[in-house]
């Protein structure tokens, strides 16, 4: 149990378009959702938190008109960048938390790779 | 501000070799830690957690150890495996938030 898949897993797309990334919870609900970007041979650096059915809260740093982030049902959260640019390739994690018995937990996405030409 | 460091890799041992990958962490508070391992290609898996002092966190012969005195949390196995080839990440969250916050990764490479 406990499964998120993204959607897709990879993407190329030209300067100046938007790219949507879809993020699920398979087999269970999600109130919480992260999103991660990670960049080739770093850590993971948090960009904004989302509930299900109210705005992300995002990251010191993070452009919020520019990673677009949606969570409309307790099992999909999308992260869209808008107007994409080069700088912007990296590899995108989301992950879902779930909790249990006196703990909580964060599953993560395979991740997006985005590569902006 | 809380944070985590790790070990720079790559790490690579031979198969059946001992490790250690070292973590230390700055934190308000009473963090909880994790070990968090990617395979190629693949988002995170947990790979064991301690919640408080002297906990100990073990899962696939993998052990780490969370020491309040020295602030840290170093994940060790005694035999490592081709297998276990991956990027290993140690992270903590402070109580009340569940944030994570992460190292920088440290990539082990075991050769047969």
């Known amino acids: 149990g406990a499964v998120v898949s993204q959607h897709p897993s990879w993407v190329i797309c030209k300067s100046g378009t938007s790219v949507k990334i879809e993020c699920r919870s398979l087999d269970f609900q999600a109130t919480t959702m992260f999103w991660y970007r990670q960049f080739p041979k770093q850590s993971l650096m948090l960009m904004a938190t989302?509930?299900?059915?109210?705005?992300?809260?995002?990251e010191q740093g993070v452009e919020k008109d520019k990673f677009l982030i949606n969570h409309a049902s307790l099992t999909l959260s999308t992260l869209t960048v808008t107007s994409a640019h080069p700088e912007d390739s990296s590899f995108y994690i989301c992950?879902?938390?779930?909790?249990?018995?006196?703990?909580?937990?964060?599953?993560f996405g395979p991740g997006t790779r985005l590569t902006v030409t | 501000g809380n944070s985590v460091t790790q070990m720079e890799g790559p790490v690579t041992l031979s198969e059946e070799a001992f490790l250690t990958i070292n973590c230390t962490y700055t934190?308000?508070?009473?963090?909880?830690l994790f070990w968090y391992v990617q395979y190629p290609g693949e988002g995170l898996q947990l790979l064991l957690k301690?919640?408080?002092?002297?906990d100990k966190g073990s899962n696939k012969g993998f052990e780490a150890t969370y020491r309040k005195e020295t602030t840290s949390f170093h994940l060790e196995k005694g035999s490592v495996q081709v297998s276990d080839s991956a990027v290993y990440f140690c992270?903590?969250?402070?109580?009340?938030?569940?944030?994570?916050?992460f190292g920088a990764g440290t990539r082990l490479a075991v050769h047969p």
């Open positions: 992950s879902a938390g779930r909790s249990g018995t006196g703990s909580y937990e964060q599953y």
């Open positions: 989302s509930n299900e059915g109210s705005k992300a809260t995002y």
């Open positions: 301690a919640t408080k002092a002297d």
């Open positions: 992270a903590l969250r402070t109580g009340g938030y569940n944030k994570l916050i």
């Open positions: 934190a308000t508070g009473y963090p909880s």
